[in-house]
């Protein structure tokens, strides 16, 4: 696969986190060819903070491969991960991170801050607005919805 379908995959899971009720956002972790992580947010559903798509992810990704380092993978992302989820990247080791829509007000790679240019033991190669437009239209689409 390639980036592109991957960002898809990402995509179709924030389809789900906003059906759900949440705000859509899809992770993916890929190590090679290999997925070994997917999340969507579900804070709503799961009544927990923590349970951002980055953060199940990254969760689901240790779990597969047995290890909290998961350096030579990559993360794709429809928006641009806020300070836990950013720090959480940090903490894992994840390699790259390609990330749809910048988040003017939480983004933490880039927007309102770059927790990657902070001079941590780790810095992931960072890619963001890939495919944005795409990705911020299911954020706009899911806002229109609430108002």
């Known amino acids: 696969m390639k980036d592109r379908e991957y ?11 906003g059906e759900n009720g949440d705000v859509p956002v899809g992770a993916v972790i890929v190590q ?9 947010n ?31 993978t990559v ?14 990247i940090i903490n894992s080791r994840i390699g790259r991170v390609v990330f749809g829509a910048y988040d003017e007000k939480a983004g933490c ?5 770059n927790f ?4 941590f033991n780790h810095k992931p190669h960072i890619i963001g607005g890939f495919m944005e437009e795409e990705c911020a239209s299911v ?9």
């Open 139 to 147: 954020l706009r689409a899911f806002f229109a919805d609430k108002r």
């Open 116 to 119: 990657a240019d902070k001079g």
């Open 32 to 40: 090679g060819d290999k997925i070994i992580g997917r999340g969507y």
């Open 42 to 72: 579900m804070r709503e559903n799961g009544k927990n903070a923590l349970f951002h798509a980055e953060i199940c992810a990254i969760n689901e990704a240790c779990e597969s491969l047995s290890s909290w380092r998961l350096t030579d």
């Open 109 to 113: 790679l880039g927007s309102l801050d």
């Open 75 to 88: 993360m794709y992302v429809t928006l641009e991960p806020c300070p836990m989820c950013a720090g959480a």
């Open 7 to 17: 960002m898809e995959l990402a995509l179709s899971l924030a389809h789900k986190a």
